[in-house]
């Protein structure tokens, strides 16, 4: 069975909110193989986005809570990375079959918490589970290399080995596939893990973390610690921790990438973006309009790959404005859990208040409002955070609701005279994440994909996040470091390169041989 203590939840077909007088369940911190309650006296409530219920209380872990984590992780390692690869891997092939056997449950708790449709929450776990099975395949991304006879009778070789102790910190937006783009290969790699997930959402890391400890990862090897930035400065600074993966925001991110180089640690940040899509004249109307709508407004915008910059070559035109604020008027929002739900809640009263700021600002500084989705009530979820699709139409590079990353459903819409000024408009954004390109011209999507500035790049498809085969590669502004997440680089990250050169005395093989000869 599950001992992470929030099956309470994940169970119910729709949540309901506790029984009066019944209080909310403490989110347990994970400690070499064992589920415990703090002992800090610092919570933070975790509340339903759709409701407002409070679903769980998480703790502010203490200091001598996070230092036991980190010698637990310390104390795996020696036996864990001496564990055979295959072994390892045999615990990641029980692990992708949990986590399929629980998709349901992990995604009601990611809809619960997080906000978004049932959809998008399964999406969200299959996203990670995919990073699961590609750790699987490790082997050969841990092969080293050799040349033999570098000199006289001395061969040179690679050997790739893991790190040690190493740690994440995630976001609130995707709470199950980022904790899976770092755990699985950190640790099938033979380093050992301490996760912090975000305060705002964190059962389905927990949940995530307990099916790891059924595969058959030994304890100590994965262990979870809940906080804010008490904890990820103790990661930041604590010597035993040799790499830490950051997912989140430019501000956060920045300077725990600072912080942590300080300290002499790898450091990988995945930060903010300003995803653009380039519209051609030529493109398909229905297909690119559709596209743009779920890539806009689809999870309530709180993707680091939604599109929320569309620029129309030839002018953001009826024949582009009236199908694509017909899709957005289509989508319905709802809480996450309810069957015709196209759109959930904002994550919280704050983020949402903040989105409506930057929605006045762009039509304060001239952006035309299209289509305002403030101020819409939800019947049922009055309570709930929820931001309606907003389209603003005549956006310029200087409007503020340009340059900030609104993270909501606001799909700002500019008007570029050719491809060279669209491709100058993304390429000037300090953000390089994703972008799309939708044409049917074959010329015109392989001058894009070879001149645009960003690091993923779609064509005709809207949301281009690679395959775990592939690397997350965001550039500029929305990535700090060098080795990206998952794929080979990610394993690169996690594993450091040994180079031996080694000599043999020839005349071994002559006297064993002879003295073979004397005794036989
Ligand atoms: P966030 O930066 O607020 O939080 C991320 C993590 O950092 C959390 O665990 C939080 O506890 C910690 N944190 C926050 N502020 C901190 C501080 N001052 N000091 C130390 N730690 C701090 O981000 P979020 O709101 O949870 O997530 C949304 C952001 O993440 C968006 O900007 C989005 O673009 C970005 N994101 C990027 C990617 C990517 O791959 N590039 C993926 C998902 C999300």
Redesign the pocket.
């Known amino acids: 069975g599950l001992s992470h203590g929030l099956r309470l939840f994940a169970s119910a077909a729709s949540p309901s909110p506790l029984a009066s007088g019944v209080s909310p369940p403490k989110v347990k911190l994970l400690i070499d193989g064992q589920f415990i309650d703090s002992a800090t006296e610092n919570w933070l409530d975790v509340v339903n986005p759709a409701t407002q219920d409070v679903l769980s209380r998480l703790p502010l872990a203490t200091k001598a809570e996070f230092d036991s984590a980190v010698s637990a992780a310390a104390a795996a390692f020696p036996k864990w990375r001496s564990t055979a690869v295959p072994t390892r891997v045999r615990v990641m092939l029980k692990y992708q079959e949990l986590i399929r056997a629980n998709m349901d449950e992990l995604a009601r708790l990611v809809t619960i918490e997080q906000g978004k449709t049932l959809a998008d929450a399964r999406g969200d776990v299959f996203r990670g589970l995919e990073v699961v099975e590609t750790a699987c395949g490790i082997a050969p991304y841990l092969a080293g290399e050799l040349v033999e006879n570098v000199a006289g009778g001395i061969d040179c070789y690679s050997i790739r080995q893991p790190l040690g102790v190493v740690a994440g910190?995630?976001?609130?937006?995707?709470p199950a596939m980022?904790p899976l783009?770092m755990f699985p290969l950190a640790v099938t790699a033979g380093n050992t893990f301490v996760l912090?997930?975000?305060?705002?959402d964190p059962g389905a890391a927990v949940m995530l973390a307990d099916l790891a400890q059924q595969a058959g990862l030994p304890k100590g090897v994965l262990n979870v610690v809940h906080?804010?930035?008490d904890?990820?400065?103790w990661m930041?600074d604590d010597p035993t921790i040799r790499a830490l993966s950051?997912?989140?925001?430019?501000?956060?991110?920045r300077?725990?990438y600072a912080r942590g180089c300080a300290a002499g640690k790898r450091v990988q940040a995945?930060?903010?973006?300003k995803n653009h899509a380039v519209v051609m004249p030529d493109a398909d109307v229905d297909s690119t309009v559709k596209a743009l709508a779920g890539a806009a407004f689809g999870a309530a915008g709180?993707?680091?790959?939604?599109i929320s910059a569309a620029v129309f070559v030839g002018g953001f035109t009826p024949r582009w404005s009236e199908p694509l604020l017909e899709a957005a008027r289509s989508l319905k929002l709802n809480a996450g859990w309810e069957k015709d739900a196209d759109v959930g809640p904002m994550?919280s009263p704050e983020?949402k208040a903040r989105a409506e700021r930057l929605i006045a600002s762009g039509a304060a500084s001239g952006a035309r409002l299209l289509l305002d989705g403030r101020g819409v009530v939800v019947p049922g979820y009055e309570a709930g955070n929820f931001l309606g699709p907003t389209v603003l139409g005549g956006v310029t590079p200087d409007m503020e609701c340009y340059r900030e990353?609104i993270?909501g459903p606001v799909l700002s819409c500019m008007d570029a005279p050719s491809l060279d000024d669209a491709l100058q408009i993304v390429n000037g954004n300090e953000h390089g994440?994703g972008t799309a390109i939708f044409t049917r011209s074959g010329a015109a999507a392989r001058r894009f994909q070879s001149e645009v500035d960003v690091g993923m790049v779609g064509i005709n498809v809207p949301i281009p996040v690679p395959l775990p085969f592939f690397s997350?590669t965001?550039w500029r502004g929305?990535?700090a470091g060098d080795l990206h997440?998952y794929g080979r680089a990610g394993v690169q990250f996690y594993t450091q390169s040994k180079t031996v050169t080694a000599k043999w005395p020839a005349d071994d093989v002559a006297a064993i041989s002879a003295a073979a000869a004397t005794t036989g």
């Open positions: 910190i995630c976001p609130f937006n995707f980022v783009w912090k997930p975000s305060e705002r906080g804010s930035r904890v990820v400065n930041c950051f997912v989140g925001s430019d501000a956060a991110g300077y725990i995945n930060l903010g973006a709180q993707r680091c790959m939604a994550i983020a990353e993270f994440n997350f965001g929305s990535f997440m």
